[in-house]
């Protein structure tokens, strides 16, 4: 009895303590953050001093510069402004980044951690540098491919060396590298939606101007006043028409003053809350180009401030809804598909009755509707 005693003593004191430890919270701190040594010490002050952010690949570099204003624009694109995010994302990644992984040091493995000679042909690899006013090299590194992350809360990694070592690296920290100068630029133009289009005032070259105007109701579609007689005009036309400005992008872009092509017209926009908005546009051969100028309060200075100095390459499609001709509104009448030949009998060829294509005979049978088979043989008598 005694032993039996203190074995259930003994049971029930374990389980107290069990549900004390469970019960009691969880004090422990965070794990620390990397102790890994930074790829670029003391860099963040030396950041004032960049002027050139420059990516190389086997096909090619990219530049990013810093103007006289202190913007950073892409010389490749005329010196259009790039996404202030996209530069401080990567200075801070450059910051930030630590070496935590010493990975291979054969100069003939390389490759397969992305890290081969960025000029050798078909390389994956990309030399990044960020450079002072002068030329001079503030930070230069090989970035390699990315580490996957099959774990959550678990930071991102890239594959990186020195220019002038073999040695590889496994680098902890997020370095947002592209090479394309498309993904360095707002695209963006305008989003503003078809209903604040009360009107336009199409003026192509060498043609009548065409005036288009929105019923009272807000709901109302865009019509044609002018010229007053027209042909019978598209619905969806029209409405392309005042949805023009919606989620407005650029392929293209160059300054105003080098803007390619012949003009062919204007199309002035007036929009509710005393917007109005002009779209000179010019053809280069097949290749619409157009500038954008905003008038009104406060809304157009901001516009304004965007799209001032500089000339766009806009889809094709955007010339019916920025220029439009009246042809380019008609109504086109629908096609009625063309009939076969077999489907058409012939006064030679009869109709089979109950099939609507016309009897053929088969050589040789004499017998109508059949192809290849033998003659039916006359009944033998019995």
Known sequence: MRRRTLLALGGAAAAAVG???????????????????????????????????????????????????????????????????????????LTELRLTEPRTANPE????????????PAATSSLLRLLDAQGGVIAELVVGRRRVRVQGNVPES???????????????????LDADPNLWIDRDLANIPRDRVRGATVMRQGEAPLILRRGADTDAPLAVLEPTTTPE??????????????F?????????????????????????????????????????WATLAA??????????????????Q??????KAFVPRLEDLRKQEATAPAQTDAAQPTASEPATPG?????????????????GAAPESPATPQ
């Not at 493995?109 to 050798?120: E, H, T």
């Not at 005009?233 to 919606?246: H, M, N, Y």
């Not at 309060?297 to 401030?305: I, Y």
């Open 248 to 288: 407005l992008t650029f392929l293209d872009v160059r300054k105003a003053a080098e803007i390619p092509g012949e003009r062919i017209g204007e199309g002035r926009f007036e929009l509710t809350d005393n917007l109005r908005i002009t779209v000179t546009a010019h053809k280069d051969g097949e290749t619409l």
């Open 314 to 319: 806009l889809g094709q499609w955007k010339e």
């Open 19 to 93: 549900g004390a430890i469970l019960l009691t919270p969880d004090r422990a701190s965070p794990p620390p953050t990397s102790a890994s040594d930074l790829a670029f010490p003391g860099l963040a002050p030396r950041l004032a001093n960049a002027a050139t952010i420059e990516v190389k690949r086997h096909d090619g570099t990219l530049l990013v510069r810093r103007n006289a204003a202190d913007t950073w624009v892409l010389p490749a694109k005329a010196d259009y402004p790039v996404r202030p995010e996209r530069v401080r994302e990567l200075l801070v990644g």
């Open 158 to 176: 890239v594959y990186v060396r020195r220019p002038e070592e073999t040695q590889a690296w496994l680098a902890e920290g997020r370095l947002p």
């Open 233 to 246: 005009l598209d619905e969806i036309s029209l409405d392309e028409v005042a949805r023009g400005f919606e």
């Open 109 to 120: 493995m390389l490759d397969r951690l992305g890290l081969d000679d960025p000029s050798r």
């Open 355 to 371: 099939t609507g294509a016309p009897a053929t005979a088969t050589p040789g049978t004499g017998t109508p509707g059949t192809t």
């Open 295 to 312: 008038e009104g309060d406060e809304e157009a200075a901001r516009l304004n401030a965007r799209w001032q100095g500089w000339a766009y």
